[in-house]
């Protein structure tokens, strides 16, 4: 059974930056892709990024597109979500999550629904 817990999250200023980082127990990473969601309050959860299991695909929601940057080193069993530029709208509690890697899973940008294991957030808020 793979266990996912993220870290990294706090309280930054707009146009700081954070890494996110999912380190996986339990079982190895290596055939699972890795996608990495939020939730604001009173809002719906939605994926910001996702990644291939091995890491040679990947794909951005618009809102976070050439602000974020995911990738996975499968060797320590963690994923990294890297955010620039990061705006109040922001704000959420972020989560990683794993999923088979099946060939429409980077494109269809990790859907929720095909996620075997969730991590249990890290909080992110921009504000200055």
């Known amino acids: 059974q793979l266990q996912l817990a993220e870290s990294g999250g706090g309280l930054v200023r707009p146009g700081e930056s954070l890494r996110l980082s999912c380190v996986g127990s339990?079982?190895?990473?290596?055939?699972?892709?890795i996608g990495w969601f939020r939730q604001a309050p009173g809002k719906e959860r939605e994926v910001v990024a996702c990644?291939?299991?091995?890491?040679?695909?990947?794909k951005y929601a618009d809102s976070v597109k050439g602000r974020f940057t995911i990738s996975r080193d499968n060797a320590k069993r963690t994923a990294f979500l890297v955010m620039d530029s990061l705006k109040p709208e922001d704000t959420a509690v972020y989560y990683c999550?794993?999923?088979?890697?099946?060939?429409?899973?980077?494109?269809?940008?990790?859907?929720?629904?095909?996620?075997?294991?969730w991590g249990k957030g890290t909080q992110v808020t921009v504000s200055s």
């Open positions: 999550a794993a999923g088979p890697n099946r060939p429409t899973t980077v494109q269809a940008m990790c859907p929720g629904r095909d996620m075997t294991w």
């Open positions: 990644i291939s299991s091995e890491g040679i695909s990947e």
């Open positions: 339990g079982a190895l990473l290596d055939y699972w892709a």
